[in-house]
């Protein structure tokens, strides 16, 4: 099972990007799916998530100007960002709890590889 994330670049602030991301590989199911990001000097934080359930949770710094989707039918989560920072900027990953299978089930963490994003003043 693999993540496999693309849509980062550079930007303007102000600008907008979309950010996709594709789990594939032996997959049963998916429970949640979000994205983290870590800039450089900094932890890696939490930005938006997605349970199976279509409920949502954004960090407070993204609120109103990011959004979070997911179209089951392709494993794949989008990241929607509006109104760039240049504190966004930074390497973006996906994050997925998936049951995958077979021959053997079991739920796992998967990470994708990131993406960079780069926001200019």
């Known amino acids: 099972v693999e993540l496999v994330e693309s849509g980062g670049g550079k930007v303007q602030a102000g600008g907008s990007l979309r950010l996709s991301c594709r789990a594939s590989?032996?997959?049963?199911?998916?429970?949640?799916m979000g994205w983290y990001r870590q800039a450089p000097g900094k932890q890696r934080e939490l930005v938006a998530a997605?349970?199976?359930?279509?409920?949502?949770n954004y960090a407070d710094s993204v609120k109103g100007r990011f959004s979070i989707s997911r179209d089951n039918t392709k494993n794949t989560v989008y990241l929607q960002m509006n109104s760039l920072k240049p504190e966004d900027t930074a390497v973006y990953y996906c994050?997925?709890?998936?049951?995958?299978?077979?021959?053997?089930?079991?739920?796992?963490?998967?990470w994708g590889q990131g993406t960079l994003v780069t926001v200019s003043s």
């Open positions: 994050n997925a709890d998936i049951l995958r299978g077979p021959p053997t089930f079991r739920n796992i963490e998967v």
């Open positions: 997605s349970t199976s359930g279509s409920s949502t």
């Open positions: 590989g032996s997959i049963v199911s998916i429970n949640a």
